[in-house]
């Protein structure tokens, strides 16, 4: 099992758009992205409901060197190992593309065969939510994208997946090896204690870069502007329902 | 003092607290002075039920401050992303 692991700006920080325009300050708070704390919360409570039947759990990560801390969250949390993908401090944050090829050729390179993949549905600073479906299409896997259940049948190799889509949930069955996408609903992660950080360090993670998985990163896409929202403007009070409807037909709303 | 164990079981939840201290949200609230205050406040009982007492109480503080990290998280999460069956502006769905 393979949940990924990325490094987002942490939720409680506020935005900023950088002097440039060309993108938001990332001279911020880190942390693991908090739906992929929630892919990685999955797969530690699977191998607790399906015992040995889960034979090892491997978290990824694609990233600069600081990303090495949401590996040691993932460890410490419940996986067995982990892999980064090491890319320099200097280069641009990899595109959903790039990252789902990353894992393709990661999920090639392993002997015994991956059965699932789980990730955030997106990233809480990009929001793009786009690298567990293009994994799915390069692996040719079925995908089961805002998954908030999970139930795994060992022995038909299969799972049932309720999917969170507007207005309900849809329940769908799919054969192994699947991808999955985790939505807020699925779980509560749990926060990695002392003890377990300390046991996570002698767990092993393997290092590889880009070239050793013979993987291109480099962006295809130019971000040419970045802004940040028009600031609100105050609302003003009326003293009467006359005076409503006057300041509403001033601004060009008339009556349906 | 009290015995050894004890005091390795006080020593390991003060490192605990100490780093879950670190990721309080309110910067003004001092939560390692706090921590170190009431630990220094029963640096010298000697009776075993006492003790456990205090533990007790650390242990307590530990799985609130959790409780209310976790909340917290979860609360804004559910803001950010309302799901599908709730009203993006309605506080209370």
New interface residues.
Partial sequence: MRPSAARAVD??VKIRVNPQQTGIDTNVKHSMN?FDEIAVEEAVRLRERLKTEVKSIQAVTIGSPKSIDTLRTALAMGADSAIHVEIPESDPAPEPLAVAKTLKAIIEKQKEGIDIVILGKQA?DDDLGLTGQMLAGLLNWPQATFASKVEVDVAKREVVVVR??????EEIRCKLPLVITT???LN?PR?A???NIMKAKKKPVTKYSAADLGVDLTPQLETLKVTEPPTRVGGGKVESVDELVAKLKEAGITAV | MASNATRLRAI?LY??LS?LGRDY?DPSYDFQGRIRRLYEKNRNLTDPEDIEKALRMGEYIKKET?AL??L???R???R??P???SDPLDPHS
Avoid: C, Q, W
Wanted: hydrophobic share 30%; charged share 30%; proline share 8%.
């Fill in positions: 939720f409680a908090p809480i969170e889509i507007d207005g309900g949930g939505d807020l609903r509560v926060y204690t002392l003890p | 390991a490192k605990e780093r949200p959790l990290y976790s917290r998280k979860y804004h999460l559910k950010m992303y799901d599908s069956t």
